[in-house]
């Protein structure tokens, strides 16, 4: 055999060889993960819970405690009034509740929480300690007397799901315009204080192919040449959130709209002048439930826990 054969065939043993190789190491991998997840799920004690974290790869056990304390810091500033933290808690503390009755093991390979669940945005220790720096201490004592008498918020016996959002638009959104039935506690209530807040309005500017690539997957727009035309017929509901807009002949919610353009809330009206597209938002959440912020400015002005959680979540039972 040639040189030249032998050296045409070398690269193919070496790619049959590194794809074996491969398919071994994958497999060893994928023997391993289950067992590293299992030794972790059997030595976590029956108080603690376990969450994945996502971006890690990995999953923790963690005392449930300890668990609402780390949501807790992910979803408010540990600056806010003490019953507004105390009410945030109250929400972190019933929607792990609902999550643990009604989706327990979903999508978390396993594992009783993730990171990522909407309302649950769960920060580590390590990463709180360098989120507070010097004042991490006095921070997380906040945090965990907020958390000690946290009652778990429930509606006819069962534990709600306590949306929350950063900043509502001036008006929170029925849950059954949003998300359909189930959510009967979940109605709008005004909360026009804040719109006078810092970061209540919002505008995001793009140009026209940035547009485009972002939505076009979405649907399959028809396009003129006229970029003014590219969007038509926005719907609205009661709240000020947009429930739908024509885009290029296409509808599409608001809620896509957002997502596809990482915009701070669904309450948008859009506008093209000068070869860009501006989107005007107000608010910043998914404007359901409890208004973090407006739950302060009540807490400023004297209102208790209690009595603001009340007032977002509908008909809810009594706790002790």
């Given at each position: 055999?040639?040189?030249?054969?032998r050296?045409?065939?070398?690269?193919?043993?070496?790619?049959?060889?590194?794809?074996?190789l491969?398919?071994?190491f994958?497999?060893?991998?994928?023997?391993?993960k289950?067992?590293?997840?299992?030794?972790?799920?059997?030595?976590?004690?029956?108080?603690?819970v376990t969450?994945l974290?996502?971006d890690?790869?990995?999953?923790?056990?963690?005392?449930?405690?300890?668990?609402?304390?780390?949501?807790?810091?992910?979803?408010?500033?540990?600056k806010?009034e003490?019953?507004?933290?105390?009410?945030?808690?109250?929400?972190?503390?019933?929607?792990a509740?609902y999550?643990?009755?009604?989706?327990?093991?979903?999508?978390?390979?396993?594992?009783?929480?993730s990171?990522?669940?909407?309302?649950?945005?769960?920060?580590?220790i390590?990463?709180?300690?360098?989120?507070?720096?010097?004042?991490y201490?006095?921070y997380?004592?906040?945090?965990?007397?907020?958390?000690?008498?946290?009652p778990?918020?429930?509606?006819?016996?069962?534990?709600?799901?306590a949306?929350?959002?950063?900043?509502?638009?001036?008006?929170?959104?029925?849950?059954?315009?949003?998300?359909?039935?189930?959510?009967?506690?979940?109605?709008?209530?005004?909360?026009e204080?804040?719109?006078?807040?810092?970061?209540?309005?919002?505008?995001?500017?793009?140009t026209?192919?940035?547009?485009?690539?972002?939505?076009?997957?979405?649907?399959?727009?028809?396009?003129?040449?006229?970029?003014?035309?590219?969007?038509?017929?926005?719907?609205?509901?009661?709240?000020?959130?947009?429930?739908?807009?024509?885009?290029?002949?296409?509808e599409?919610s608001g809620?896509?709209?957002?997502?596809?353009?990482?915009?701070?809330s669904?309450?948008i009206?859009?506008e093209?002048?000068?070869d860009?597209?501006?989107?005007?938002?107000?608010?910043?959440?998914?404007?359901?439930?409890?208004s973090l912020?407006?739950?302060n400015?009540?807490?400023?002005?004297?209102?208790?826990?209690?009595?603001?959680?009340?007032?977002?979540?509908?008909?809810?039972?009594?706790?002790?």
């Amino acid at each position: 055999m040639s040189v030249l054969k032998r050296m045409n065939k070398l690269p193919i043993v070496s790619a049959a060889a590194l794809l074996i190789l491969a398919g071994v190491f994958a497999a060893v991998l994928i023997l391993r993960k289950p067992a590293e997840q299992e030794e972790i799920l059997e030595s976590a004690p029956e108080e603690y819970v376990t969450v994945l974290l996502e971006d890690k790869g990995r999953i923790v056990a963690v005392s449930r405690s300890d668990y609402i304390v780390g949501c807790l810091a992910g979803l408010i500033s540990p600056k806010c009034e003490r019953e507004a933290l105390r009410a945030a808690a109250a929400c972190v503390s019933s929607t792990a509740e609902y999550y643990r009755t009604n989706r327990s093991g979903f999508s978390h390979s396993g594992a009783d929480f993730s990171d990522k669940l909407t309302g649950l945005p769960y920060i580590p220790i390590n990463e709180a300690k360098q989120l507070y720096g010097d004042d991490y201490e006095k921070y997380i004592s906040k945090l965990s007397e907020a958390v000690e008498c946290a009652p778990t918020l429930t509606y006819n016996g069962e534990p709600i799901y306590a949306a929350v959002c950063e900043i509502s638009s001036g008006c929170t959104d029925n849950a059954a315009d949003v998300l359909g039935d189930g959510y009967p506690y979940l109605v709008s209530v005004p909360t026009e204080l804040d719109a006078e807040c810092k970061g209540y309005g919002s505008v995001s500017s793009f140009t026209e192919q940035s547009v485009y690539t972002a939505l076009y997957t979405l649907c399959k727009p028809t396009l003129t040449a006229d970029c003014s035309s590219w969007f038509s017929d926005a719907h609205y509901f009661d709240s000020g959130t947009l429930s739908s807009i024509t885009f290029g002949g296409c509808e599409i919610s608001g809620a896509e709209l957002r997502n596809a353009l990482d915009l701070r809330s669904a309450a948008i009206t859009v506008e093209y002048s000068e070869d860009r597209f501006r989107f005007y938002c107000r608010g910043y959440g998914d404007n359901l439930g409890m208004s973090l912020n407006y739950a302060n400015e009540l807490a400023l002005r004297g209102e208790k826990a209690e009595d603001i959680l009340k007032y977002f979540y509908f008909g809810i039972d009594e706790w002790e």
